[in-house]
């Protein structure tokens, strides 16, 4: 998270400059911005290896063309400078990428959509204020992150956006290792995959070089414990992420922000998964996904080896990750809770094969506002691993997530994420779960007399509303009517409890306590 108020000022500064200048489409925006924020980056880089050239009193060799230099291009004249990007920088750009990548692949078509020269020039000039060569790639990444998350207020768009302490929580219960394919099957922005790439790199770093900010989020993830196959596995053969935006915006942004991140070989294509042309099976030990929840998916195209039975992408979507998982492979997927509920043949078959040719790990139910604003919709995390059966399902009912579950999503106390986690892998030690049932078996006998307390106020407001109606009832007949709020506030051992004119009773209780157990 970019927690640096300069850094996000001069952000919202440069996004508000975008939007004046007729970028107002959220992903033209963002996506024109990775270009420039790329092209920046370049030239530190080139300017870093000439000073330790200069240091070490030797000859220096440039890798980048003078004239694609922004050095050189930023003090023309507006209109000139324009110019040179459209027809000398932009066009060189596009080649950059490794042969094979996505990068190299989506960005032949790319189009440099900032046709203002003032705004061109503006626009690096905010960014060369932001220092990037002086920042750490975690918070270049982060800063990254925080230009995604503009996507949040962007109507539509916002389905490419899943909370990244979420995904943070996902990969961190899944635990993917250096030598695991990985994939998310749906992948928008390639969040899943950058941190699953973090992930391992944290777990592989010397503990004297990892630090960790206010928000528990690591930092200086180096990898230094992996070995060199390790490494070049990661950069060329472990992330892998498919999407089927058409327009290519999202492919071209998904691959910069794995770039932006530290993997050099992005491997994020277009391809409609649950189409016949996507046939991948056991090519994953690990799938990390939110894939979109949609009734739209065109039954003509669906894979033959999926059920036909539902245009329910949600349902399609598990049944292929089944099918792209190895066997022994490992799932966290985002469901709408219609998954665990349904009552369709559909569902029914789903739940029945996940529970019983597969292991379903744990459920976690979210709160309704994980996804605000642009969702309201309840969701679950699944987990689950392919192959055996299932003996035992770890649930646990998440109440809060660190943040309000309004529009604003405002930062909380209350995060029962830290103890999903702490429960989760404790999950099976006998010792952690005894004093777990310990405690629940403490809160139920704090909680029996205020749940006594509850029922004795409750049949007092049935007498009283029965009483109330009856005596309306008689005084309606004279004419006259008994004025609102007439009734009495209650007393009870724990405070005064008072009834309104609408039925309603408020009680002095204690805040409920989210519990983890095995089914």
Known sequence: MLTDPKLRSQVDQLWDKLWTGGLTNPLDAI???????????????????ERQAQRRGQPYQPRLPEDKRGRHWIHFQATQALEHVKSQVFPWF?????????????????EFKINKASLLIEAC???????????????????????????????????????????????????PQPNERIGDLAAGTCGFLVNAYQHILEQHTSPDILSYDAQGEPHNL??????????????????????????????????????LHGVDYPQFYYTDTLSKGYNESRAYDVILMNPPFTDAVDKGDVSDTLPGDTRKSELLFVHLILRALDMGGRCAVIVPDGVLFGSSNAHLNLRKKLVEENRLDGVISMPGGVFKPYAGVS??????????????????????????????????????????????????????????????AHLKAELAPLKADRLAHQAEINRLTFESAIANEDLTGLGIVRPQGFLKPLRSA???STISAGGRIRLPIKKRSSVCYGI
């Not at 996506?31 to 290896?49: A, G, M, N, V």
């Not at 190299?104 to 078509?109: I, L, T, V």
């Not at 920042?135 to 996507?151: A, F, I, P, R, T």
């Open 94 to 110: 596009r080649n950059l990428g490794q042969a094979g990548s996505s990068f190299e692949r989506y960005m032949q078509n790319a």
């Open 125 to 175: 000039k905010m960014i060369d204020q932001m220092e990037l060569s002086a920042q750490n790639q975690d918070v270049q990444g982060d800063l990254y992150e925080y230009l995604l998350s503009k996507l949040n207020t962007a109507g539509r768009n916002g389905q490419f956006r899943t909370p990244r302490h979420i995904i943070r929580m996902m990969v961190k219960m899944i635990d």
């Open 31 to 49: 996506e024109q911005l990775s270009y420039l924020i790329f092209l920046k980056r370049l030239d530190d880089e080139e300017d870093r290896r």
């Open 222 to 259: 180096v990898g230094d414990l992996l070995s060199a196959e390790q490494r070049a596995f990661l950069q060329n053969g472990a992330l892998r992420g498919y999407d089927n935006d058409s327009g290519m915006t999202m492919l071209r942004i998904g691959s910069m922000n794995l770039m």
């Open 379 to 440: 969701t679950a995390v699944l987990l689950f691993t392919r192959g055996a059966t299932t003996e035992r399902i770890w649930f646990y009912d998440m109440a809060h997530d660190g943040f309000s579950l309004d529009d604003k999503r405002q930062p909380i106390a209350d995060n029962d994420i830290p103890d999903i986690l702490a429960c989760w892998r404790n999950r099976h030690n006998p010792d952690f779960q005894a004093e777990r049932q310990a405690r629940i």
């Open 494 to 496: 724990q405070g005064t």
